[in-house]
């Protein structure tokens, strides 16, 4: 049974930055697609960014483009995500997930079945 832990997470000022990473333990991340997805106080939870399980096609919500990168390392069975010109509505608990089965693309929500714990991510002055 793969489990998947979150770390990286903090407090930033806005505009900051935050590396956050999430590293598996018990599966290969190598053949699945990996999301970070996060959850807002009174918000449904949302996709932010996906990476293909050979990570040749990147999706990122509207909201982070240009200002988030999801990166995979398959010898390091890691994936992360870099958050620069952080804004307070990027505060929310940030989640990894991995797609149920392997070789997808990472585009749908519905099909990421496997969780990290979740760290939390605050920008604030």
């Known amino acids: 049974q793969v489990q998947m832990v979150e770390s990286g997470g903090g407090l930033v000022l806005p505009g900051g930055s935050l590396k956050l990473a999430c590293t598996a333990s018990g599966g290969a991340l190598s053949r699945f697609a990996m999301g970070w997805f996060r959850q807002a106080p009174g918000k449904d939870r949302q996709l932010v960014a996906s990476i293909s399980w050979n990570g040749t096609k990147k999706y990122y919500r509207d909201s982070v483009k240009g200002r988030f990168t999801i990166t995979k390392d398959n010898a390091e069975n890691t994936v992360y995500l870099q958050m620069n010109s952080l804004e307070p509505e990027d505060t929310a608990v940030y989640y990894c997930?991995?797609?149920?089965?392997?070789?997808?693309?990472?585009?749908?929500?519905?099909?990421?079945?496997?969780w990290g714990q979740g760290t939390q991510v605050t920008v604030s002055s």
């Open positions: 997930a991995r797609e149920k089965s392997p070789y997808g693309l990472g585009t749908d929500p519905r099909f990421f079945t496997t």
